[in-house]
């Protein structure tokens, strides 16, 4: 239901429309609506109320206009300064050079037919008095042009916000507002239509609920109990809403638009309101003397004149004179002409401040006493048709159930093959169920089985007598499906008529890897590792179990227990785990030393699907070893590089990879002597030590670079060393001079 306002009028004539005319003409009028809300569910008529002509006789106590503040004193119009008494020099004539003689007083002769813009100078007259004169002139343009329209627009702001601040206009408006509204004919009717309809509703889900209950007890025969207790209904809305005020403001720009003639279209009333002080809606350059100097220069004749005047000073004396009486001139308009506009401003932004309290009061006011009408017509004609609603209601549903059957699913207990409490992909699965038939009358139902986990959907009939339950012998079979991943937790919904039971399902195999693996032995050299594993039975069932070791960065050796073969743990009992230790040989050193060696650990047992004796993996876990390079306290990246050094020349990849392995080394080896007291790097300098990942790498070289057939595999690492050194975090220049000395001693 909605509610619109339109127009300066104030009294409201509702009528009915349908929705889609209410809305076209909602779209037509002005912005003022009423939003109807839904009350129980139930949509009533929309209510647009037109616009009548005010009673000749309507009797409004209209507030006296206040009477205008004087001129504010922050608008830079203040009194203007006493002429200094003080002897000065004898002003000099406005004069021009004249060649060959010398200077004499100018005399402008008038100029016959030809319109002067400003005031020229009598015959002999001084520059002071032209000063004076031109800021006359001045002040009177700035006054025309811009002092009347920024006093005005002050005024307007007062005005506006002394109307719309004082609580007290507007409250005839509210209780009239209240008074019209509520004897709305539209509130009523559409009042008791929300009673009407919520006591229907209420009613109606009432009765079910008695009925059913009733017939839910299926140790005694149901007995119709038509008792109805009216509840307690107090219906609380906005079927109504007020404007919002700047709603109203868009009203009174037009319905008040003679109000706004002489507001600059720069300011709107809505901008004034908003602003809270004087200084953001007056523009106090207007009598900057800066400004009124160069509207009096801007005229060629004025300019001219100006330019006659001789020397710095006179010129300085000139502005000087000019900027004092333009602020006696603008000071004696203040009380002359300027007052006048503010009045006139203020009045103007009173009067339209006035007219948006008032109607938006009237308007409030309406909003309140259409919902309280609607309130309360609601109130009362649920009161009057609840009683009979519950009486209707009940007996249609008690029939409902008295004569049809009405199912429900009681419980349900799902089976899987095997009987091991595991329902793994491709099993078939029994749904074994309970159902009770609450009707008075037998009939046959339709149970359906479903979800995504499954193959498809599973349906059976079932006849039921009446008021009984029942347990079918035969249960509802289905598959899970085979592209259902294990850990995998769904749900199944058995339906019966129209209820239904949701089951939760995990598609899963018996065994399962309990916990990470654990790295318990790494060797990067010999490439070798070995992990731990605890392998748990989580079915029903003893269950034969194995675990397999992979590489998928690399093929199976094929060796005993390593990557690719079955390692027999044997028969695990119902819930019962075990731990074992995996070893994978033959790993790539290189591989192991930059931390890209990967190790995937397969639990492998039986299958409930399929031939006997055949497996299927259960569950999978993976391993990633980490970096070597990175730990400190592992030396394997330097002996490995020594290990080729010595036995065999090595690949530009192997030579590549190791020397980036030793960068990365490096880089954690700086942060550590950065975060450590003292220098390490100079000591290992002066002692050959090993305190420090470089020192360890140049002295190990020298150590053994007697006995390296191919120690090509060092080459360019000192270099690659020393320009690391320009990207390493921090200042330390002590730390970085022995760090360069260190890398040098590589070549």
Known sequence: MNVHTSGPRRYLRPMILGPALALLIASMLAPATLTAQEATGQETAHVVPQPVPRRENAARPDRARPQAPPLPADLGLGTAPQRSQAPVEAPAAVSKPVRGAASAPLVVAPRTGVRRATPGPAPGQSADDLARRGAAWAAKRLIERSGRTE??????????????????????????????????????????????????????????ATAAAEFRQLEH??????????????????????????????????????LLADLDRSHNPWDLWQANDIGSVYDQHWTDPKRAFDLWLGDRRNASLYRSIQGDASRARFKQLFADELGRQLTAAADRVLRHAHTAGFNAGWDYGAAVATEWSFRKGYTEGFNQAVAGAAGFAFDQEYAEAFQRAYHDTYLDWLESPHPEVLDVTLDDANDDGIFEPGETL??????????????????????????????????????????????????????????????????????????????????????????????????????????????????????????????????????????????????????????????????????????????????????????????????????????????????????????????????????????????????????????????????????????????????????????????????????????????????????????????
Request: aromatic share 4%; proline share 6%; glycine share 8%.
């Open 151 to 208: 006093v005005f627009r002050v005024g307007f702001h007062q005005g506006l916000h002394q109307a719309l601040e004082d609580p007290s206009l507007g409250m005839y408006d509210l209780r009239e507002g209240r008074r019209i509204g509520s004897r709305d004919p539209a509130a009523r009717t559409s009042g008791l239509e929300l009673g009407h309809a919520a006591a229907e509703d209420l009613a109606a889900r009432e009765a079910a």
């Open 430 to 747: 029994r749904a074994r169920y309970r159902l009770a038939n609450y009707g008075g009358a037998p009939g046959e139902v339709v149970v359906q089985l479903e979800g995504a986990a499954l193959e498809q959907p599973m349906t059976a009939m079932v006849a039921m007598p009446a008021r009984s339950e029942i347990v079918p012998e035969a249960p509802l079979k289905a598959v899970v499906s085979h592209r259902s991943h294990p850990g995998l937790t769904t749900e199944l919904r058995l339906a019966a008529g129209t209820g239904s039971l949701a089951l939760p399902l995990l598609v899963s195999y018996p065994l399962v890897l309990d916990s990470p693996s654990e790295l318990v032995e790494r060797d990067n050299l010999r490439g070798r590792a070995r992990l731990a594993v605890r392998i748990a039975n989580s079915s029903l069932r003893p269950v034969d179990a194995a675990l397999r070791l992979e590489r998928p960065t690399a093929e199976p050796t094929g060796a005993t227990g390593a990557p690719g073969k079955i390692v027999e743990v044997g028969r695990l009992e119902p819930g019962a785990s075990r731990q074992v230790e995996l070893v994978a040989e033959d790993l790539e050193t290189l591989e192991m030393l930059r931390g890209g060696t990967e190790l995937r650990v397969v639990a492998v047992g039986p299958s409930a699907v399929g031939r006997r004796g055949d497996t299927v993996v259960h569950d999978s876990a993976s391993y990633r070893l980490s970096c070597a390079a990175t730990d400190l306290s592992n030396r394997d990246v330097l002996l490995h590089m020594v290990r080729i050094a010595r036995t065999r020349a090595a690949t530009a990849a192997e030579r590549s990879g190791l020397h980036q392995l030793m960068l990365r080394r490096l880089e954690v080896d700086w942060q550590a002597v950065a975060d450590a007291s003292g220098n390490l790097y100079k000591e290992d300098a002066k002692d050959h030590g090993r305190r420090t990942a470089l020192g360890d790498l140049v002295r190990t070289y020298h150590e053994e670079r007697d006995r390296m057939t191919h120690p090509e595999i060092f080459n360019g690492l000192g270099a690659r060393i020393l320009a690391l050194e320009q990207d390493l975090p921090g200042v330390h220049p002590f730390l970085r001079k022995h760090f360069k000395r260190l890398a040098r001693q590589l070549d």
């Open 221 to 258: 025969q149901p007995r119709r109990r038509p008792s109805a207790v009216a509840p307690t209904f107090n219906p609380e809305g906005g079927w109504a809403e007020a404007p919002a005020l700047r709603d109203m403001f868009s009203w009174a720009d037009r319905s008040q638009a003679r």
